[in-house]
């Protein structure tokens, strides 16, 4: 009796543990069953299909296989606790297959015009319906027309008292009024600034809110000899890839090059600006969720009416007395515990890539790719709510406030083998990896490039007052060409006191200060703020510095410990920890461990 009982014991196990699977192709139909020969069309769909088994008990774990292909979201992906149960629940692409899930529409139907520009209409645009501010030809960001063209900048002359009436050392090429839509662009010492204009007329410009963060001093305000430019009329639209969109009329100008047929292209603009919510509740967490090997792209971020007046690091406000306010992530994970973003692209977004806000613990983003992003690239401790018509309310709307009670205290979440590039890409001071009032999050092993700030920023309290923030480990990263717009930062950037934190490993280099970073602050290695307290710094690789490998800014060397750093140790130097310096970046991926 006892071998057949064995038997059926072990039949039943592997009946219950039989995985369930279903598949998405742009070239399904919801209306079928969700097999590979019958696929669903939409990520919707499998979802219902996905909730529907769980309802009914369904135990064994369960994956939703995406197919090739560019899949236009109408709405964004919404996963809460009825998603999910304590099995695993992926979502993932097919074997090497890309698929592509987009917050974007196409455009089509360009007509030539005079002196090279192509016009598009755009009905679901008349009268602001669809103020789209990125666009996208085949995987370019497309630049607003913008005077002066290209990277070039101007500077401030005069600011009057209520920093609403500027004077530029240059002449505007026409008069601008309200109608146009045009912005002012300033970069401040580690920020900027972005309001309408009301009007302008030679050198000079009014705006429609004050060009500065209002009490904090002239570092995050516009004042005189500070660089800038003037963005999106559509007279400005006059060198290739510029484009102008008249919200009134629902016209979309574009500045081809000589030859250039734009028919002939793919062009995108975002309509959608979050992609994937991840929602769980306190006591009901999101658990057990899994992305794998999607591609997220192409989400907006409208500005707000006064504006982006930014503080630091995404986050933006009027002044030191109202609230500030941050920027939202494509990705937006609240609640959500042990899920995994793995081997996904984050890409062409107007704000932030991904964010891990409340309540998120133990979950991973691992080996994923994230590139031209508007803000920051990854977020922990993202503390948005919503605040309708005025952007994203930080928590109470206090800059540096701690979370309202422990239990909302992100803990133990892990950013690691990602690649993260062309961050601040709308709002240049943002930076790749952000970590602030959280418990014990991993930062290793990732490669952050090309940035025109901050590479890693951890810890957001000017001071040495206790919070959440602690024992966090940034390990082994592979940090370069940061820097390459402001000032005051660093390949990697602390404020505050973080108890049991560790930077250990690091290879930091090519970290720069533009001919136009304003302020006399310089760019480091790893600059330590105001308050930094509470460190281990070990086994770090820094060289080729704009300013020193290390600065301190009310704080000192006292408050933390260093073992064992090569700094200002070149490559080419028989010294240089070549061993150590090759542990650092992304490690080969296996997909069986992930």
């Known amino acids: 009796m006892k071998p057949i009982v064995l038997v059926l014991l072990l039949a039943g196990f592997a009946a219950a543990a039989a995985p369930v699977d279903f598949y998405v192709s742009t070239e399904g139909d919801d209306g079928q069953s969700g097999t590979f020969e019958a696929p669903f069309a939409t990520v919707q769909r499998a979802q219902s299909a996905v909730r529907d088994r769980l309802a009914q008990g369904e135990d064994a774990d369960i994956t939703v296989y995406l197919r090739d292909g560019l899949y236009a979201l109408e709405a964004p992906l919404h996963f809460t606790a009825a998603d999910c149960g304590q099995q695993t629940v992926t979502y993932k692409a097919y074997q090497n297959e890309t698929p592509i899930l987009s917050g974007g529409r196409p455009i089509t139907g360009w007509q030539p015009g005079d002196g090279g520009q192509w016009t598009a209409t755009l009905p679901e645009a008349l009268s602001g319906a669809w103020p789209f501010r990125q666009l996208f030809k085949d995987d370019t960001r497309l ?184 920027l939202p992530g494509a990705l937006q994970f609240t609640h959500a515990e042990g899920c995994v973003l793995a081997r996904c692209a984050v890409v062409h977004t107007g704000a932030s890539g991904v964010v891990l806000g409340a309540g998120c613990k133990n979950n991973r983003v691992e080996y994923c790719s994230l590139s031209d992003i508007g803000g920051n690239g990854v977020m922990v401790g993202w503390r948005g709510s919503s605040l309708a018509g005025a952007g994203t309310l930080v928590g109470d709307g206090s800059l540096s406030s701690d979370w309202a009670s422990p239990d909302l205290v992100p803990m133990r979440n892990t950013v690691a083998d990602c690649t993260v590039t062309s961050c601040g890409a709308v709002n240049r001071g943002c930076v790749g990896v952000f970590d602030a009032f959280c418990d014990g999050t991993r930062i290793s092993h990732n490669h952050i490039f090309n940035m025109p700030y901050t590479g890693i920023s951890i810890g957001f309290r000017w001071d040495s007052t206790e919070t959440s923030q602690r024992n966090c480990t940034v390990e082994n990263n592979h940090i370069h060409d940061v820097m390459k717009v402001l000032a005051d930062g660093g390949a990697i950037y602390t404020l505050g006191l973080q108890p049991g934190t560790v930077l250990r490993g690091n290879l930091l280099y090519d970290v720069h200060r533009s001919s136009f970073a304003h302020g006399g602050a310089p760019n480091n290695g790893i600059f330590f703020d105001e308050g930094s307290k509470g460190f281990l710094v070990e086994d770090n690789i820094i060289h080729n510095t704009s300013g020193e490998p290390i600065r301190f800014n009310q704080t000192g060397p006292e408050n933390l410990t260093f073992n064992n750093n090569a700094f200002g140790v070149a490559p080419e130097d028989p010294a240089f920890p070549k061993a150590r310096a090759a542990e650092a970046g992304p490690r080969q991926q296996d997909e069986t461990k992930s």
């Not at 090429?173 to 300033?186: H, K, S, W, Y």
């Open 143 to 326: 630049p607003r027309g913008r005077f002066p063209n290209g990277d070039a900048l101007m500077r401030v002359a005069i600011v009057d008292d209520a920093v609403t009436g500027i004077k530029l050392h240059e002449t505007l090429p026409v008069a601008l009024t309200a109608e146009d839509n045009a912005e002012l662009v300033v970069y401040q010492n580690w920020s900027i600034t972005r309001v309408p204009i009301v009007s302008g007329e030679g050198a000079s410009l009014r705006v429609s809110h004050p060009a500065g963060w209002i009490g904090h001093g002239s570092m995050t305000t516009t004042s005189p000899d500070k660089p800038c430019y003037v963005e999106n009329a559509a007279a400005f639209v006059d060198a290739p890839g510029e484009w102008h969109l008249d919200k009134q009329t629902g016209t979309l100008i574009y500045q081809a090059a000589p030859g250039e047929d734009p028919n002939q292209a793919r062009f995108i603009a975002p309509k959608l600006e979050l992609l994937l919510k991840v929602e769980g509740k306190a006591g009901a967490p999101v658990k057990n969720l899994r992305f794998e090997g999607l591609t997220f792209s192409h989400a907006e971020w409208p500005l707000p009416e006064f504006g982006y007046i930014g503080v630091q690091a995404g986050h933006h406000g009027t002044s030191m007395n109202e609230p500030a306010h941050v």
